[in-house]
């Protein structure tokens, strides 16, 4: 299975994006599916997570604006972003994990600016 994440683009303060992560195959296996961003220089952080009986877990800095949202139907995984600040800015990365198999998949990345 690959993943696609696109969605990306500028945004100003406040605004929203929404990303998607589109498998080319079946998502029902996945244990878990996440987002992660990485900022420039730093380290690839957790953004926010679901698990396949459908629980959440959310960075706190993004607690609050930030959901998560999975479609079966569709292969797909979402991240709808709202109040986006400057520190929102990065590439985000999707990510997949089937801990049967102990298989992690990673999207290429779709990059967010949020301007001041």
């Known amino acids: 299975v690959q993943l696609q994440a696109s969605g990306g683009g500028l945004v100003q303060a406040g605004g929203s994006l929404r990303l998607s992560c589109a498998a080319s195959?079946?998502?029902?296996?996945?244990?878990?599916m996440g987002w992660y961003r990485q900022a420039p220089g730093k380290q690839r952080e957790l953004v926010a997570r679901t698990t396949a009986g459908g629980s959440t877990n959310y960075a706190d800095s993004v607690k609050g604006r930030f959901t998560i949202s999975k479609d079966n139907a569709k292969n797909t995984v979402y991240l709808q972003m709202n109040s986006l600040k400057p520190e929102d800015t990065g590439v985000y990365y999707c990510?997949?994990?089937?801990?049967?198999?102990?298989?992690?998949?990673w999207g290429q990345g779709t990059q967010v600016t949020v301007s001041s």
């Open positions: 195959g079946s998502i029902s296996s996945f244990n878990v």
């Open positions: 990510n997949a994990v089937d801990l049967h198999y102990g298989r992690v998949v």
